[in-house]
């Protein structure tokens, strides 16, 4: 298997916005971790991967949208570990040659398969999960995102390779896995998760459902709960939309500090930390750890507005 660049960087970054607050800002740098498989995705579906090797299973089978960062990077770990893989991909009018993402899951061997939006609705449901596997074989399935107890324990490691006390530690959430992982091994920092789709207020519910599935008390429970700070405001009209003022947020980001943000979710989450600090939610002289989660690669449907690639 291909070298996994563990533990992923941190370090500091100075931006000229943050700097009338005196703040100690670290950034981790999750999208290092590999080309392919950055960020929280890697950690979401190492043990998942691991779960399918010990048990006797066909395939791994996944869901996502058509420029699912867990869809492109759970195709290109089944490539690197010759292990089938199915992907239900949302939307019946795609293709395996709709974008670049798909194009590329296709071509690391992930059988794509294309569903209606309400097909796709029913992926919680235990019923079409045992039709899926009626249609192709014993599959070791995982939620959109990698969104279970595997893919919140390993998201537990990050906090072990923090060498700096943090007060806040800040990252963007689609599933709320990643800050699931994070609460379940930090009990001191408070854990900041920036939704990147509108009306996220539900993925409070969703972050405390997976630390009592990883065996949390009720009292446990309620304090993790006062940890978490949930800034539902920074959708930018939602899930992997954005609008101009974003866009020249991403680029003065990497004209200042050539640190690379994708549009669906560390460019709000650095955009979301931005406003927090101006508006002293975050009070002056705090010390900050901001995660990199990766998703680069979706940036190929904006990349004409960019001054990166």
């Not at 409070?204 to 630390?211: C, G, P, Q, V």
């Not at 991403?250 to 004209?255: F, H, I, S």
Request: proline share 3%; net charge negative; glycine share 10%.
């Amino acid at each position: 298997m291909d070298v996994f660049n563990l533990p992923s960087p941190l370090g500091k970054i100075d931006l000229s916005f943050f700097r009338p607050y005196n703040l100690k800002l670290f950034i981790k740098r999750d999208d290092l971790i590999h080309p392919e498989i950055s960020g929280n995705k890697w950690r979401k579906l190492k043990l998942n991967f691991e779960k399918f090797k010990q048990g006797r299973y066909d395939s791994f089978l996944t869901f996502g949208g058509a420029y699912s960062n867990h869809i492109a990077a759970t195709a290109a770990l089944g490539r690197m570990m010759n292990i089938p893989t199915i992907g239900i991909i949302r939307g019946e009018e795609l293709t395996a040659r709709s974008n670049s993402t798909l194009q590329k899951a296709a071509s690391d061997g992930m059988n794509l398969q294309f569903v209606s939006r309400e097909e796709y609705s029913w992926r919680y449901e235990t019923d079409y999960k045992n039709d899926l596997r009626a249609n192709y074989g014993n599959s070791w399935i995982v939620e959109e995102g990698g969104a279970n107890f595997y893919g919140m324990m390993g998201c537990t490691n990050i906090i072990g390779e923090l060498n700096v006390k943090s007060d806040y530690i800040i990252l963007p959430a689609g599933t709320g896995t990643t800050a699931a992982g994070l609460l379940m091994a930090e009990n001191r920092a408070k854990i900041i998760a920036v939704p990147a789709l509108a009306n996220g207020d539900f993925l409070r519910d969703e972050i405390m459902s997976l630390l009592r599935y990883g065996g949390l008390t009720d009292e446990d429970i309620q304090e993790k709960n006062e940890q978490l700070l949930l800034p539902t405001e920074f959708a930018f009209g939602g899930y992997g939309k954005s609008t101009p003022a974003l866009i020249d947020f991403m680029n003065q980001v990497y004209q200042e500090s050539e640190l690379k943000l994708d549009q669906v979710y560390t460019a709000k989450m650095f955009y979301a930390l931005h406003q927090l600090v101006e508006s002293g939610i975050i009070p002056k002289d705090s010390t900050i750890v901001a995660l990199h989660t990766g998703g680069l690669q979706g940036n190929q449907s904006i990349k004409d507005k960019l001054i990166f690639v």
